[in-house]
């Protein structure tokens, strides 16, 4: 199947009209809109976004190449999950979340930080960008988790890690992102080649 902007056809962008919007649903971590609209067929229709902040996440490496990873229950999925440090931010730069984030989490403070870029984890319904960081030349500390944060944080072969996401065991999409992203930046053999 081609696409029509495959054959040269300009896309089309903005082809839905806000018609009015409310507030669904406000707490303080979230805040959810809806959206009375024109579709781009034309038709009236409904559409609801949740605007969360932006969330940011850090891949922690060590001398040995290992990654801090979280090991914590996770209240909306029922389940405990494999994480990177990350959580969500408002009146900060991504860096100084991800900086904060990692630090309270771990207790670990960073020297060097590479951005790996920005993820939109589920832009047909959120607002949220999650802006991902390598960070290196690791100092440990002691952690400053928040009462709600009960995690255990182990360091895990960066390799291993990333054979973790593509076997399933490692599900949350921040940390699955985040991790093969750092691995590709780590093995300088294929930047040079890409």
């Known amino acids: 199947m081609i696409l029509s902007w495959e054959r040269g056809t300009p896309l089309k962008r903005h082809l839905w009209t806000i018609l009015s919007e409310r507030i669904a649903y406000q707490n303080p971590w979230i805040r959810v809109i809806e959206y ?9 229709g409904l559409y609801g976004v949740m605007d969360a902040g932006h969330n940011a996440g850090v891949v922690a490496v060590d001398e040995q190449a290992r990654v801090a ?7 909306p999925v029922d389940r405990f999950l494999w994480q990177i440090p990350s959580g969500q ?3 900060e ?4 979340a991800a900086a904060r984030e990692l630090r309270e989490e771990t207790g670990i403070v960073a020297r060097t930080w590479t951005p790996l870029g920005v993820a939109h984890l589920s832009a047909g319904i959120s607002t949220q960008e999650t ?3 390598l960070a290196k030349d690791l100092s440990i500390g002691e952690a400053d988790r928040e009462p709600t944060e009960t995690m255990t944080m182990v360091w895990i072969p960066l390799e291993y ?4 996401c593509l076997r ?12 093969l992203k750092a691995f590709l930046w780590t093995e300088k053999d294929w930047l040079e080649r890409g």
């Open 36 to 44: 009375d609209v024109l579709r781009p067929d034309g038709q009236p």
């Open 161 to 164: 890690a990333v054979h973790m």
């Open 69 to 75: 990873l979280l090991h914590e229950f996770v209240f």
């Open 131 to 133: 802006h991902l960081f």
């Open 89 to 91: 931010f408002r009146d």
């Open 168 to 179: 399933g065991e490692i599900t949350d999409a921040v940390s699955v992102i985040g991790l």
């Open 93 to 96: 730069g991504p860096e100084a």
